[in-house]
Nanobody
Framework: EVQLVESGGGLVQAGGSLRLSCAASIFDFDDYVIGWFRQAPGKEREGVSCISSRDGSPHYADSVKGRFTISRDNAKNTVYLQMDSLKPEDTAVYYC????????????????WGQGTQVTVSS
């Protein structure tokens, strides 16, 4: 059974930082594209960032480029999302996702989802 468990969410002031973690129990973790999506209240879920299997190439949505950094530790089956210079519009539930096409954030193409972690950025 595949499990993705997110942690690291919380409340932070605008301009602050948070680091999200996604611990995955998945066979051959390093064969999968892993990424992050988010869903703000009243809005559709959207792709934020992903990282390729093996060579670790990152991809970012334009809204977070230059502020967020994704990384993976294949030895620990964990993906991280370092979020800096946070803005109130970053407030959302952040979901870890696995097994989808690199840089393709179509929700229908995602194989596995985590339960989500809340990120709230106050102004």
């Amino acid at each position: 059974e595949v499990q993705l468990v997110e942690s690291g969410g919380g409340l932070v002031q605008a301009g602050g930082s948070l680091r999200l973690s996604c611990a995955a129990s998945i066979f051959d973790f390093d064969d999968y594209v892993i990424g992050w999506f988010r869903q703000a209240p009243g809005k559709e879920r959207e792709g934020v960032s992903c990282i390729s299997s093996r060579d670790g190439s990152p991809h970012y949505a334009d809204s977070v480029k230059g502020r967020f950094t994704i990384s993976r530790d294949n030895a620990k089956n964990t993906v991280y999302l370092q979020m800096d210079s946070l803005k109130p519009e970053d407030t959302a539930v952040y979901y870890c996702a696995a097994d989808f096409l690199y840089s393709d954030y179509d929700l229908r193409g995602v194989g596995y989802w985590g339960q989500g972690t809340q990120v709230t950025v106050s102004s």
